[in-house]
């Protein structure tokens, strides 16, 4: 709740500062608010937060206005670098309205949250992955191997910051007893198992009292043994359900009248100047309901001169989805790593699409730190078959490549259970992201691959 | 409104190029260096931090670097050597300061 109420005040900010710090800010605040619990120190909090806002946004806004800050700064005649620095001119009117509204809605915002903390001690945790299978490609089972040799069902774990080596300990069984279930390397498995028994003999974890620190270092520990960047432990506040939820007619229909409403997230399909196709995807979706759509879209941009896809707001999806679009930019079959798969048949995209002429057309990418999952396939693919230019920020490092086994009702692991060959190399974007080639703000992506594909489509003819 | 070059460096990024000093950090870790190095007295909140190294970065006082492999996936800060000369420049001019301070006894003692 007090991470929403900050993201809602960091719209606050003039578009180009959210765009280029406005993820970063907003970690700060969860790194913060994860190190400074308590009334005390999160009033203080609260108090920083409003200070800094008072103090930032007036100029934040004089500098968005003026842009006086970029110009470059000669150097002091003694050769000592100088800083450049605005007048201190007294505050505009509209600057000390904005100061004013800040203020109301920041002292609102800090009542809320210090109500919330002080009612439901807060907890600061990983999100749990959800079931959607739709939406991340997780399956979640519910783990019997979390209990072995047991008939009875684990507890709940209790209270948030009440960890004891007790309830560290059940944990601890329950993730070696997954691993050595379902991780495809028995070895590396044995091993990982035998790190975490050791670490918690050697009293390594009684550092970690809260849940989500605590998630966080069994994953370390198995991934300083295995290198495995899929393999992943986390904490769920909200208790998670015994079973995935089932694919019910119900929740089909619901599905496709949300990708009806969506035009399946297919945000724009728009030719632009100089015969340039743009597609704004927001997500990669079912093909089973969607793939009419997709394929009407690549239809309209078939005769573009080159092609821009704009995954900055894509959250992932279908690889199915993923690989359905890329065989149309290719007029022979390639091999489309994905992490969720092994090496099958299916591996391969159906290239070349009949009637397609975008097989040899050039492919431009904009990228943010919100392009995640599936659209990052998509980019990992394409950039190392060499097959597109990556315009925008580094992405999210999202691979959702383990199959989610719960442990109890709080505590659970992404586990893959597929080892696909990457012919790339041996990790993929899990944890790192896909780097764009030009990095620019995600903000201005999309005008520097416009500019991009005009002076290389010049270059050409 | 022309601009204005001002000596001494804002407060704030000026403890962002000493804080750099000696290693690479992101915006939380600068925030923290930043808060130890004066006892707790300047706590950067997210706006001005970034305020303040977006003006850094334009004036290539500091560069944006790759996270270091060991560590977490984040923007990483790193002095340049015209930012080195910056902050030794101001830190030559607080102690300036400093000595005029003590030949006019307004300090006691003989550390401050």
Request: some cysteine.
């Amino acid at each position: 709740m007090s991470e929403k109420i900050y993201s809602w005040l960091l719209w606050l900010y003039p578009a180009r500062f959210r765009s280029v710090y406005g993820q970063e800010a907003l970690q700060l605040f969860r790194d913060r608010v994860r190190d400074e619990q308590g009334f005390f120190p999160r009033l203080r909090l609260w108090l920083d937060l409003l200070w800094d806002l008072a103090v930032s946004l007036p100029l934040e806004y004089r500098r968005a206005q003026r842009a006086l800050v970029t110009a470059s700064v000669p150097q002091a005649l003694d050769g000592t670098p100088s800083f450049s620095f605005l007048p201190d001119n007294s505050p505009r009117a509209t600057a000390l309205l904005l100061g004013g509204v800040v203020s109301v809605l920041a002292i609102s915002g800090c009542l809320t949250v210090l109500s919330y903390v002080i009612n439901h001690a807060e907890a600061k945790v990983i999100q749990p992955v959800r079931f959607t299978s739709r939406s991340s490609g997780f399956a979640s089972q519910s783990s019997p191997a979390a209990t072995p040799g047991s008939t009875s069902p684990v507890t709940a774990t209790p209270a948030i910051g009440k960890l004891d080596a007790a309830e560290r300990h059940r944990v601890i069984d329950g993730a070696v007893a997954n691993l050595k279930q379902y991780y495809p390397d028995p070895d590396l498995s044995q091993k990982m198992g035998d790190a975490l028994r050791q670490h918690e003999i050697n009293g390594e974890d009684d550092a970690a009292t809260d849940e989500a620190s605590f998630a966080r270092l069994l994953t370390r520990q198995m991934r300083d043994v295995s290198h495995d960047m899929h393999l992943d432990l986390a904490y769920s506040p909200s208790p998670l359900p015994d079973h995935p939820p089932q694919e019910t007619p119900e929740r089909l229909q619901q599905y496709r009248l949300a990708m009806q409403q969506t035009n399946c997230t297919f945000e724009k399909v728009e030719i632009l100047p100089h015969n340039i196709g743009y597609l704004m995807l927001n997500s990669f979706p079912d093909p089973a309901v969607c793939k009419s759509t997709a394929v009407a879209a690549m239809h309209r941009l078939n005769h573009v001169n080159a092609i821009i896809f704009d995954l900055r707001d894509n959250r992932g999806g279908q690889p199915e989805m993923v690989a359905l679009i890329a065989t149309y930019l290719f007029d022979h079959p390639v091999y489309f790593y994905n992490p969720r798969e092994n090496t099958s048949q299916r591996s391969w995209t159906q290239s070349p699409v009949p009637g397609s002429k975008l097989g040899d057309k050039p492919v431009y990418i904009l990228t943010s730190h919100q392009t995640m999952s599936g659209a990052e396939q998509f980019c990992y693919n394409l950039k190392m078959l060499k097959r597109a230019t990556l315009i925008g920020e580094t992405t999210a490092g999202a691979a959702h490549a383990g199959v989610w086994r719960r442990i109890d009702e709080h505590f659970g692991m992404g586990i893959p259970e597929t080892k696909p060959i990457n012919p790339f190399g041996n990790s993929d974007w899990a944890e790192v992201g896909v780097e764009p080639d030009i990095k620019v703000p995600a903000g201005d992506a999309l005008q520097t691959a416009e500019k991009l594909a005009q002076t290389n489509l010049k270059r050409t003819r | 409104m022309p601009k204005q070059k001002l000596n001494p460096l804002p407060a704030a990024a000026f403890q962002i190029l000493l804080s750099l000093t000696e290693e690479d950090l992101h915006g939380y870790g600068i925030m923290r260096q930043v808060a130890e190095q004066t006892r707790g007295r300047m706590r950067l909140g997210p706006g001005t931090l970034y305020s303040s190294i977006q003006s850094l970065l334009e004036e290539e006082f500091i560069q944006e670097v790759e996270s270091p492999p060991s560590k977490e996936r984040r923007r990483y800060y790193r002095l340049t050597p015209s930012g080195r000369k910056l902050a030794r420049a101001e830190a030559e001019r607080l102690a300036d300061l400093l000595r005029l301070a003590r030949a006019k006894k307004i300090l006691r003692g003989q550390h401050v």
